[in-house]
């Protein structure tokens, strides 16, 4: 094997040992440390051989990463296809790791979370205003849920306020 080969192999286990990545991150990565294109290929191979690359894990590690930290499907998509996941992958690995109750609990979690910090910056009041309720809407939007999601969420749970101010 050229030494070529080796140190590019040996620079994509360093940035394995980090954090898995996907075949794609890989790929700038290396390029980035000014392998060739035919070293890099052969480096990916042996690393999918050695079952050091998978896509597909990559892509399950990251969903169920991403929604403990309580981010919604829609980013963690847009997330997978930034690390160069195929739709595919992206799909089965939300599908095996999601679960639509689990979803809406954390939702419901982090709006009322960010209810909180409204109120104590603006006041309880000021969350049932029409400014109010679309600045918690844009945030858990840009959180990755889905509007209807996150519409029915807010709707009910600033209704939950409003209840203990009548």
């Given amino acids: 094997m050229s030494e070529t080969l080796e140190r590019c192999y040996a620079a994509a286990m360093r940035i394995l040992a980090y954090r898995f990545n996907s075949e794609?991150?890989?790929?700038?990565?290396?390029?980035?440390?000014?392998?060739?294109?035919?070293?890099?290929?052969?480096?990916?191979?042996?690393?999918?051989?050695?079952?050091?690359?998978?896509d597909?894990?990559?892509?399950?590690?990251?969903?169920?990463?991403?929604?403990?930290?309580r981010v919604g499907r829609?980013?963690?998509?847009?997330?997978?296809?930034?690390?160069?996941?195929?739709d595919e992958d992206a799909a089965r690995?939300?599908?095996r790791n999601l679960d639509p109750e689990a979803e809406r609990e954390a939702l419901v979690a982090l709006?009322?979370?960010?209810?909180?910090?409204?109120?104590?910056r603006h006041g309880e009041a000021w969350l049932l205003t029409e400014e109010g309720r679309n600045k918690l809407t844009?945030?858990?939007?840009k959180q990755g849920y889905d509007a209807g999601l996150v519409h029915g969420v807010v709707r009910s749970t600033?209704?939950?306020?409003?209840?203990?101010?009548d």
Wanted: charged share 40%; hydrophobic share 45%; aromatic share 4%.
């Fill in 74 to 86: 829609l980013r963690i998509r847009r997330e997978l296809a930034a690390a160069g996941v195929d």
């Fill in 24 to 54: 794609a991150e890989l790929r700038r990565k290396l390029r980035r440390k000014d392998f060739d294109d035919e070293t890099i290929a052969a480096t990916l191979e042996r690393l999918r051989g050695e079952n050091w690359l998978d």
């Fill in 138 to 141: 844009g945030y858990l939007l």
């Fill in 111 to 120: 709006c009322r979370k960010r209810m909180r910090i409204l109120a104590r």
């Fill in 56 to 69: 597909e894990r990559f892509a399950g590690s990251l969903v169920r990463s991403r929604l403990s930290k």
């Fill in 93 to 95: 690995a939300l599908a």
């Fill in 158 to 165: 600033v209704r939950e306020i409003s209840i203990v101010h």
